[in-house]
């Protein structure tokens, strides 16, 4: 199990999370900006694979409610975080699931 921990952060512009009747599966990535945009109008990003977390539903619901106390009090210290116009898209126009 150590070769697969690492104590090196990672950082993810590009979150999906999917679930089945088991499991909840969060997949992270960074994308980056094509030089000529185009590949977002297609439909494609370049990117590099981060990582994918896989857990039970409990798991998922202890995560969602850590992830809203910080938030709240994240907000309560430094001000309400924005969200982009169309929170259902990334920052980046890829429109996530």
């Known amino acids: 199990m150590a070769d697969i921990i690492s104590d090196t952060p990672k ?7 999917l679930h089945s009747a ?12 094509s030089v000529d945009g185009k590949d977002l ?3 494609k990003a370049h990117g590099a694979w981060v990582g994918r977390f896989v ?5 998922a619901k ?12 994240y907000e309560e210290a430094r001000g309400e975080i924005q969200l982009p116009i169309h929170p259902q898209n990334s920052p980046n126009g890829i429109t996530l699931n």
Do not use: C, V, W
């Open 62 to 73: 202890l995560i969602f409610k850590m992830l809203e106390e910080n938030i709240r009090k």
């Open 55 to 59: 857990m039970s539903p409990s798991q």
């Open 11 to 17: 950082y993810t512009n590009f979150s999906k999370i």
């Open 22 to 33: 088991d499991d909840f599966f969060l997949d992270f990535a960074i994308l980056y900006p």
């Open 41 to 43: 109008e297609n439909g």
